[in-house]
């Protein structure tokens, strides 16, 4: 696609429940990203895919998320028995080459998907 | 550890220069980027800096010094439209970037 696309946009979830949110990266980066933002607050990261691996997941604040790419393209960014304090934008973000091949390889983001956990 | 300083907001007229600050102490610094966020939207890249010095950029400039750990995005000719946060992200590792709390920009006629 012509970017990074992702959804759902908006999700209003019940606490304690699971959520889902999806990614799709811009046709052929290898590289995917997933950050999360608060009001007010930069991005602050999560993971980070190469292919269909995680390369670094240290961002990841519990074991209550969990997210994956299998075929090294869409990724879903799990949460389980979510919490008040999980709402915040959940960004997604690519780019093109491995990393360490280029410096200042570009990263493009996607709009968001806005988790509001009541 | 790391940490990344931004003003938190400024404020500038339409057709003016404005400088944006970022200072950084991290670990692992590879580069460092400036993106711009519209309330509700995604971050956009404007500039990355991997050497000391200027790079430019139509309006925008962004300037980098390692060794003071060190950064401004300059922003000339504003216009309305420049109203934004701007984000000063620190790339660590295999582009892990770390991320200033963003400089909110208001720009008045």
């Known amino acids: 696609g012509a970017g990074v696309s992702q959804t759902p946009s908006n999700k209003v979830t019940e606490k304690g429940k699971y959520v889902e949110l999806r990614c799709d990266p811009i046709s052929g980066h290898t590289a995917l990203y997933w950050y999360r933002q608060s009001l007010g607050q930069g991005p602050e990261f999560l993971i980070y895919?190469?292919?269909?691996?995680?390369?670094?997941d240290s961002g990841l604040p519990n074991d209550r998320f969990f997210a994956v790419r299998p075929e090294g393209s869409v990724s879903t960014l799990k949460i389980q028995r979510t919490e008040r304090g999980d709402s915040a934008v959940y960004l997604c973000?690519?780019?093109?080459?491995?990393?360490?091949?280029?410096?200042?390889?570009?990263?493009?983001f996607g709009e968001g998907s806005w988790l509001t956990v009541v | 550890g790391q940490n990344i300083d931004q003003p938190t907001e400024m404020t500038a007229t339409e057709g003016a220069i404005v400088q944006i600050n970022c200072t950084y102490q991290t670990s692992g610094f590879n580069g460092l980027f400036w993106y711009q966020q519209h309330a509700g939207e995604a971050p956009t890249f404007l500039s990355y800096n991997v050497l000391d010095g200027l790079e430019e950029k139509g309006r925008f400039s962004s300037f980098l010094s390692r060794s003071k750990g060190y950064s401004y995005l300059l922003l000339k000719e504003l216009q309305m439209k420049d109203s934004a946060s701007y984000l000063c992200?620190?790339?660590?590792?295999?582009?892990?970037?770390?991320f200033g709390t963003g400089t909110r920009l208001l720009v008045s006629p």
């Open positions: 895919f190469q292919g269909t691996g995680a390369a670094d």
């Open positions: 992200a620190v790339e660590r590792g295999f582009q892990k970037l770390v």
């Open positions: 973000a690519s780019s093109l080459y491995a990393p360490g091949t280029l410096s200042g390889n570009t990263i493009y």
